[in-house]
């Protein structure tokens, strides 16, 4: 099994509160970094994060994801991948790429395709890239 784990140089409360709210998806578990049954070595996270998450795993339909603020400030962001999600019809695969581009950039317009009656990639205001599909049921 692979599950993906996103890093979001200190905006991971704000990641989790937008796909819990817009993707329903379903808090596990949440510890920042105060939380830690062990204190974390000096200088591993920036100064300042006691409060920002250390790590999360939220359930996006059948999946998992995890996510932490990770060890650092300013990182480079989010390169070489994309999170797939499939949903069950075109009105939900709208709205998903509807809330996911605001704030974010939409890199392949929603539509049908000759392996989906609806697809479209969209990286969010975090900078995640996201694939939305339909399944295609009627064997085009």
């Known amino acids: 099994m692979i599950e993906a784990y996103l890093f979001f140089n200190g905006d ?8 819990c709210k ?3 998806a379903k808090l596990e578990m949440l510890m920042r970094f105060d939380e830690s049954p062990e204190p974390t070595p000096p200088g591993m996270v920036p100064e300042g994060w006691e409060k920002k998450v250390m790590h999360a795993s939220l359930l996006i339909g059948k999946s998992r994801v995890m996510l932490s603020d990770g060890c650092e400030s300013g990182g480079e962001g989010f390169n070489g991948f994309s999170l797939s999600l499939t949903v069950a019809d075109e009105a939900e695969a709208t709205r998903v790429f509807g809330v996911l581009s605001d704030g974010g950039t939409v890199q ?3 539509g049908k395709t000759f392996w989906s009656p609806c697809f479209g990639i969209v990286e969010d205001r975090f900078g995640v890239s996201w694939m939305i599909t339909v399944p295609d049921t009627q064997g085009q």
């Open 108 to 110: 392949m317009p929603i």
């Open 12 to 19: 991971c409360q704000e990641a989790v509160d937008f796909y």
């Open 22 to 24: 817009h993707l329903d």
